[in-house]
């Protein structure tokens, strides 16, 4: 179920994109999944959370040294599995990655799990952003 709900938020974010300007709303998003890994896991912990799959924490990894070669990417965790819908921005990496970390995850310097926070009040930018996505679920 949780893959399922992973692959409709996904969808839901690219039509958010094309149909409704989620990119003009939230930038983050002009060239998605590139760029737009830490908006698109919290977003998806929030929804997760709020359909009943459980509290999931985001995780900001990091590779190389600032000014040389860095990068950095966001995931879900929830008991030492990983949930990450932007990992297809890297090159061999698929669209939705569910499961144990594999080699891949380990090559990143992991930050602690912390909760993800959104905000759903429309009166805001990521509540606006929010609503345009969740109107494709």
Request: glycine residues 10%; hydrophobic residues 35%.
């Amino acid at each position: 179920r949780i893959r399922d709900e992973a692959e409709r938020f996904r969808s839901a974010i690219q039509t958010a994109i094309t149909q409704d300007g989620l990119a003009d709303t939230l930038g983050a998003f002009r060239t998605f999944p590139k760029g737009s890994c830490e908006k698109a896991t919290a977003m998806l912990c929030v929804h997760l959370h709020s359909v009943g799959l459980g509290t999931w924490s985001q995780v900001m990894g990091s590779q190389g040294r600032i000014f040389e070669n860095y990068r950095t990417h966001a995931w879900a965790v929830l008991d030492g599995i990983i949930l990450d819908i932007t990992g297809s921005q890297f090159p061999g990496r698929p669209d939705i990655w569910l499961g144990e970390p594999d080699e891949w995850f380990t090559h990143w310097e992991w930050g602690p799990p912390r909760k993800a926070h959104w905000s759903e009040d429309p009166s805001t930018d990521e509540g606006k952003g929010f609503a345009l996505v969740s109107r494709h679920l």
